[in-house]
């Protein structure tokens, strides 16, 4: 058969929608055209103010269809903004490192985003313009600041000269999944060595109390899926907390911990799932770990009695030493593999019809881009 062992044409494994947002004039337009400009194929669709075009192209020895969308940063098409974000599962959000006032606005457009499209999208941001190296106003570590604290990863570019533009589309396909977890518990139960024994393999028997807010990522495999887990810590004592709902948005877990010798850590466990309760999306996953299994002789809580609260309260529990090591690997996989099972099991937003990997559509199949309603309400996988 002629073509046989060729590939064809539209083949790919993936398809990504992308969206590009950002100000009038920071070079969506240009980005995408030198992006897609290898197989290109610009499908001008009818539909208001938006234009489309893909590029297939290879990551990690998968074939990936990137569909990017763009549209006027100028005008505000408040109605099509639904349609428009529907089933994205990346956005690149653009301002100009030689223009302030386009890195100012990035609170604005990132509200958007977040009130209108999926909480799983993966969000790039983008210096763009970097050639402009005398006109430069955006220093990379404001922007890169401003990325961290909004869970963004960062990038600069310059479509001009094209740089950095092929390693934007590779780092939005790092990971299929972001899932933030938060700690919680009475202080010294060993929140943040179990976060340093899970990211970095440490543990520290002298550790500080923490203040604030602190977080730390790492990527792993979980059900076949690659996942950046970004797991938040804080501080267990009152005075040293951070602001309770700041520190709890967007997370899809909770990890309660107490320390198995010392009672009244799990009798507080109670107020902390309160907490939670009152804080939290009501569908986050939750598991109680009960630490310092190592600790042998001081027992002072029986694994039945913190295995029938858990049992009362839906959570799932593990015990775990993060000096010993013990189990820590197996709880992050645990509670990282109930989020995932949780939010593969709901449709989500604009992809229903791509049923497979929730953050991309599976084998050839195509998101039909001239759906262009909305129903203007939020979905979402993670929360209500
Ligand atoms: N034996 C033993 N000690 C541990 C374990 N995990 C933590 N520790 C010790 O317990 C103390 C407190 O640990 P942290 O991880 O700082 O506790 P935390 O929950 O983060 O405390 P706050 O930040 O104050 O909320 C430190 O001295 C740790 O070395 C463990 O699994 N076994
Ligand atoms: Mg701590």
Redesign the pocket.
């Known amino acids: 058969m002629a073509g046989a062992r060729m590939r064809p044409k539209d083949e790919h494994d993936y398809l990504f929608k992308v969206v590009l947002i950002g100000d009038s004039g920071v070079g969506k337009s240009n980005l995408m055209s030198r992006f897609t400009q290898n197989e290109f194929c610009l499908e001008s669709k009818p539909t208001i103010g938006v234009e489309l075009a893909t590029r297939t192209l290879q990551v990690e020895g998968r074939l990936i269809k990137a569909q990017m969308w763009n549209t006027s940063g100028q005008e505000r098409y408040r109605a099509i903004t639904s349609a428009y974000f529907r089933g994205a599962v990346g956005a690149v959000l653009v301002y100009d490192v030689s223009n302030p006032s386009t890195f100012d606005n990035l609170a604005r457009w990132l509200k958007d985003l977040r009130d209108c499209t999926d909480p799983c999208i993966r969000i790039m941001l983008v210096g763009n313009k970097t050639d402009l190296k005398h006109l430069r106003a955006v220093t990379t570590e404001d922007a890169q600041g401003y990325a961290e604290k909004e869970m963004l990863s960062y990038i600069e570019t310059s479509a001009l000269d094209a740089s950095n533009v092929d390693a934007l589309f590779q780092k939005i396909d790092e990971y299929d999944y972001l899932f933030k977890v938060v700690l919680i518990?009475?202080?010294?139960?060993?929140?943040?060595?179990?976060l340093s024994r899970f990211t970095r393999n440490e543990?520290?028997?002298?550790?500080?109390?923490?203040i604030g807010v602190e977080f730390a990522t790492r990527t792993l495999q979980v059900e076949g899926r690659v996942i950046k887990a970004q797991i938040w810590?804080t501080?267990?004592?009152e005075r040293y907390r951070a602001i309770t709902s700041a520190y709890y948005r967007g997370a899809l877990g909770a990890v309660l911990?107490y320390d198995v010798s010392k009672p009244s850590t799990f009798d507080n466990i109670a107020r902390w799932l309160k907490e939670l309760r009152d804080h939290a999306d009501p569908n986050i996953r939750i598991m109680l770990i009960g630490?310092?299994t190592?600790?042998k002789h001081l027992r002072a809580v029986a694994t039945e009695d913190a295995q029938g609260y858990a049992e009362k309260e839906e959570l799932s529990y593990i015990e775990?030493?993060?000096?010993d090591a013990t189990n820590v690997e197996a709880a992050f996989q645990m509670i990282l593999g109930d989020i995932y099972r949780t939010i593969s099991k709901k449709p989500i937003s604009g992809l229903e019809e791509a049923n497979g990997k929730t953050n991309g559509v599976k084998e050839g199949k195509t998101i039909d881009v001239s759906a262009a309603e909305g129903d203007g309400t939020k979905k979402s996988c993670c929360s209500t």
């Open positions: 518990g009475d202080s010294g139960v060993g929140k943040s060595n179990l543990f520290c028997l002298e550790s500080k109390s923490t810590d501080a267990g004592q911990v630490n310092k190592d600790l775990t030493s993060a000096l």
